[in-house]
């Protein structure tokens, strides 16, 4: 087993991951549930194309909260190599590139949203603009979903490296691991099995407490004495 120590320096790196990583969720969870999902019926376009269109604001900052999540995952992808790099270099790479593919997938899939705003906004004359807006909202969905396949292997990554490092608790590293699988199997029921995601969709409760425990313990991280 890999005994590692904190030092001043590590521990710096260690609570702005921690921080990075609460933005990620506070702003991932913020756009998607609390902002943008009671907007959208994906049964109804038009009642979506009116939701959307009497809450212009609400629609575009969910936009906005999730460009802030992309821009801290990217910082937190180099973090988190510069954190566990001396305890696996390739497994800690591996782990940055494939989080690093998932915030440039999740980034890009926002010009989804966006061309579904400029459908309602500005072609409010065009024939069966509500369906095609329809569309790419779900196509959104979709790339946001494929975008946590590689988040989902990243995790499975990073479970290891907490585990092998010594510097917190096994169980986080557990937590991890569980949570990449969940991401895993919903991405890929998305994609082949859509029927079943909405029964498997609590699951997912598993990741948000997996990751928001490691997020604490991250920004809990004191100075060695």
Same mark, same amino acid.
């Given at each position: 087993?890999?005994?590692?120590?904190?030092?001043? @320096?590590? *521990?710096?790196?260690v #609570?702005?991951?921690?921080?990075?990583?609460?933005?990620?969720?506070?702003? %991932?969870? %913020?756009?998607?549930?609390?902002?943008?999902?009671?907007?959208?019926?994906?049964?109804?376009?038009?009642?979506?194309?009116?939701?959307?269109? @009497?809450?212009?604001?609400r629609? #575009? +900052?969910?936009?906005?909260?999730?460009?802030?999540?992309?821009?801290?995952?990217a910082?937190?992808?180099?973090?988190?190599? +510069?954190?566990f #790099?001396a305890?696996?270099?390739?497994?800690?790479?591996?782990?940055?590139?494939?989080?690093?593919?998932?915030?440039?997938? =999740?980034?890009? /899939?926002?010009?989804?949203?966006?061309?579904?705003?400029?459908?309602?906004?500005?072609?409010?004359?065009?024939?069966?603009?509500?369906?095609?807006?329809? !569309?790419?909202?779900?196509?959104?969905?979709?790339?946001?979903?494929?975008?946590? $396949?590689?988040?989902?292997?990243?995790?499975?990554?990073?479970?290891?490296?907490?585990? #092998?490092?010594?510097?917190?608790?096994? *169980?986080?590293?557990?937590?991890?691991? $569980?949570?990449?699988l !969940?991401?895993?199997?919903?991405?890929?029921?998305?994609?082949?099995?859509?029927?079943?995601?909405?029964?498997?969709?609590?699951?997912?409760a598993?990741? =948000?407490?997996? @990751?928001? *425990?490691?997020?604490?313990?991250?920004?809990?991280?004191? /100075?060695?004495?």
């Amino acid at each position: 087993m890999i005994i590692h120590t904190f030092t001043p @320096e590590l *521990a710096q790196k260690v #609570r702005l991951a921690g921080l990075l990583y609460l933005v990620i969720i506070i702003a %991932g969870l %913020g756009a998607e549930l609390g902002l943008r999902a009671p907007l959208i019926d994906l049964g109804d376009a038009d009642a979506t194309a009116a939701a959307i269109l @009497e809450a212009p604001g609400r629609f #575009r +900052l969910a936009i906005a909260a999730d460009l802030l999540m992309a821009l801290c995952d990217a910082g937190l992808a180099i973090l988190f190599y +510069l954190i566990f #790099r001396a305890i696996a270099p390739g497994l800690a790479l591996s782990a940055m590139v494939f989080r690093l593919i998932q915030t440039v997938l =999740i980034a890009a /899939n926002l010009m989804a949203l966006q061309a579904a705003w400029l459908l309602l906004s500005d072609s409010p004359g065009m024939v069966d603009a509500h369906k095609l807006a329809l !569309v790419f909202l779900d196509l959104h969905g979709h790339g946001y979903d494929l975008g946590l $396949v590689f988040f989902g292997a990243g995790s499975l990554m990073m479970g290891a490296l907490v585990w #092998r490092s010594g510097l917190f608790a096994k *169980a986080f590293g557990l937590g991890l691991t $569980v949570a990449g699988l !969940v991401y895993l199997v919903g991405s890929g029921l998305r994609f082949f099995a859509p029927g079943l995601l909405s029964a498997f969709a609590p699951a997912y409760a598993i990741t =948000i407490l997996a @990751e928001m *425990a490691f997020c604490l313990r991250l920004l809990l991280q004191r /100075n060695p004495v």
